[in-house]
T-cell receptor
Framework: TQLLEQSPQFLSIQEGENLTVYCNSSSVFSSLQWYRQEPGEGPVLLVTVVTGGEVKKLKRLTFQFGDARKDSSLHITAAQPGDTGLYLCAGARTGANNLFFGTGTRLTVIP | NAGVTQTPKFRVLKTGQSMTLLCAQDMNHEYMYWYRQDPGMGLRLIHYSVGEGTTAKGEVPDGYNVSRLKKQNFLLGLESAAPSQTSVYFC?????????????FGDGTRLSIL
């Protein structure tokens, strides 16, 4: 089983709609990152959140780190076709040398 | 800027064959990682290295070996390929000391084992 579970696994929406994807765990993380991956390419970092309850905005994307640092969400406002991709969360744990990646949410925005 | 370069991009092997995947980074990063990506599984860590001459096991190390003889290169070897190793393999690198820093990924190697 994965340490970080993401939901939904697949999401297909119309251009202009809003959406939220979730990243959940029973473990505590010292920080959490969100990546976006496009077909044929590697993941690219979108944001890092480090404080429980932290909210970060990146244009139409809003990221939140849960108060207990066990979960995170990504909200996209007025989705555009360019938002299409695989969204991955990744958590860092104290004492570990590596990130733990989530299962991913594949988003398709239909024009 | 090259960043992280993986070779080859595609490869088809027969069961039992061996091969080596090469990862090269030009950012002087200390940490390097090998992941495999399978549908519905996200990225799973195979092996990683925290510096030249060091390697460590990740989540799914069985059937793979790695070497980090030079700081800029991280090699992933399959000694006897199995169909279960069919996957897309990603290499990544990052600055040492802080997992708050981004991991920089290559574009992947798509490997099929027949």
């Amino acid at each position: 089983t994965q340490l970080l579970e993401q939901s939904p696994q697949f999401l297909s929406i119309q251009e202009g709609e809003n959406l939220t994807v979730y990243c959940n765990s029973s473990s505590v993380f010292s920080s959490l990152q969100w990546y976006r991956q496009e077909p044929g390419e590697g993941p690219v970092l979108l944001v890092t959140v480090v404080t429980g309850g932290e909210v970060k905005k990146l244009k139409r994307l809003t990221f939140q780190f849960g108060d207990a640092r066990k979960d995170s969400s990504l909200h996209i406002t007025a989705a555009q076709p360019g938002d299409t991709g695989l969204y991955l969360c990744a958590g860092a744990r104290t004492g570990a040398n590596n990130l733990f990646f989530g299962t991913g949410t594949r988003l398709t925005v239909i024009p | 800027n090259a960043g992280v370069t993986q070779t080859p991009k595609f490869r088809v092997l027969k069961t039992g064959q061996s091969m080596t995947l090469l990862c090269a980074q030009d950012m002087n990063h200390e940490y390097m990682y090998w992941y495999r990506q399978d549908p519905g599984m996200g990225l799973r860590l195979i092996h990683y290295s925290v510096g030249e001459g060091t390697t460590a096991k990740g989540e799914v190390p069985d059937g793979y070996n790695v070497s980090r003889l030079k700081k800029q290169n991280f090699l992933l070897g399959l000694e006897s390929a199995a169909p279960s190793q069919t996957s897309v393999y990603f290499c990544a690198s990052s600055i040492a000391n802080s997992l708050n820093q981004p991991q920089h990924f290559g574009d992947g190697t798509r490997l099929s084992i027949l």
